[in-house]
């Protein structure tokens, strides 16, 4: 059985993988095979390029990072030993790529920095929650997600600082305010993502009691897992309409952080097979990283760093990287860390799947 799941280890990283779908639900070597090598072409992309690399960008590298090394943390022992040593390779490569991009953002956009560079700190990401499922909801309306700015985005990252000590605030120090507009059940787009994230950074802050502290009823983490769940679920009808439209270009970003995120939360129910070689073909096949799609128009402040907190529609700051000279090429720091999301939940659903399978 493990013939169909084991992941070639060769040096393929100029080859861009094509994805044969299997339909009996399982990740087969071909998918196996496409998850790796798409997510080493595009951190080698970022480490060559890092001088490009903006904060956000760089944000994907480190979570990546901090997802490989809790996998092999918690199952390492019980994968093939090539398996483990492959994502001890990826693993090192998202902390190169982060350890460059921390650099480049605390130069280049240093109030930024000053405001979000915590979201790069290694330590937030080394947590590992357990799988779990959702419940499946309907489809909603495309024009939903059109024009969603519920959380502006400089308030929402200083509700997110909220979690981590700085001058006179302490650690894990979150307002009602913030908990309020982080749990309210009206948002949708990046604003319903910004609400899982908020429940992640607070998880790797250790910042679980307070959040429970300020949550209705008896404190308990069940509830935290109740709010990830229920985030998760819209989330997840969200992704499905997006699917039905044929993954409008303007939401293919907001598609993979909503794949990645929930299924960095457990829920790799959201990790669907049939979207891995969408994923997989929206990679740059020259140079690795996630590109301008044909056709599509790009709004030009998204890609000016003194425009912060007024970013269009949520999906936070973009940065135009280097594309080995290639014009028509025109790479994305965002767009390619949405992508390593992405592939992380893709990898811990693989590994799950051969850890169940008790696989030798």
């Avoid at 790796?36 to 760089?58: P, Q, S, W, Y």
């Avoid at 790529?97 to 480049?104: C, K, Q």
């Avoid at 969603?148 to 600082?161: K, Q, V, W």
Wanted: hydrophobic share 40%; net charge neutral; with cysteine.
């Amino acid at each position: 059985m493990w013939g169909k799941l084991v992941v070639f280890l060769g040096c393929v990283l100029a080859v861009k993988p094509t994805v044969r779908l299997r339909h009996n639900g399982n990740i087969y070597r071909s998918q196996a095979d496409a998850i790796f090598i798409t997510a080493e072409r595009a951190l080698n992309f970022m480490v060559k390029n890092h001088e490009t690399l903006n904060l956000d960008g760089a944000v994907g590298a480190r979570i990546m990072q901090g997802v490989y090394e809790q996998l092999i943390k918690t199952y390492g022992l019980s994968l093939p030993e090539k398996v483990v040593r492959k994502m001890k390779q990826v693993e090192e490569l998202a902390g190169i790529a982060g350890d460059l991009g921390t650099m480049t953002a605390a130069l280049r956009t240093p109030f930024y920095f000053s405001r979000a560079g915590f979201l790069l700190r290694p330590e937030l990401w080394r947590f590992f929650l357990p799988s779990r499922r959702f419940k499946t909801l309907p489809t909603v309306d495309i024009g939903s997600l059109s024009d969603s700015d519920n959380l502006e985005e400089e308030p929402s990252d200083l509700c997110l600082r909220e979690f981590i000590p700085h001058n006179l605030h302490p650690r894990c120090g979150i307002s009602k305010k913030c908990f309020n507009a982080m749990t309210t059940s009206n948002y949708s787009s990046y604003s319903l993502t910004h609400q899982l994230l908020y429940f992640l950074v607070g998880i790797g802050a250790h910042c679980e009691r307070e959040l429970t502290d300020l949550m209705e009823g008896p404190p308990s983490t069940k509830q935290i897992e109740q709010h990830m769940s229920g985030f998760c679920a819209r989330i997840d009808s969200e992704a499905r309409t997006l699917e039905d439209q044929d993954f409008p270009t303007e939401f293919r970003d907001l598609f993979m952080e909503q794949v990645g995120l929930c299924g960095i939360a457990g829920f790799t129910q959201i990790a669907r097979l049939r979207w891995l070689d969408h994923i997989v073909s929206w990679q740059s096949a020259t140079t690795g990283c996630y590109h301008r799609f044909d056709g599509e128009n790009l709004n030009p402040e998204n890609f000016d760093p003194s425009h912060y907190g007024n970013y269009r529609r949520r999906r936070r700051s973009e940065s135009i990287m280097q594309s080995e000279n290639d014009e028509d090429d025109v790479c994305l720091s965002h767009r390619t860390a949405v992508a390593l999301l992405a592939l992380s939940a893709y990898t811990r659903r693989l590994v799950e799947e051969v850890v169940m399978k008790g696989v030798a």
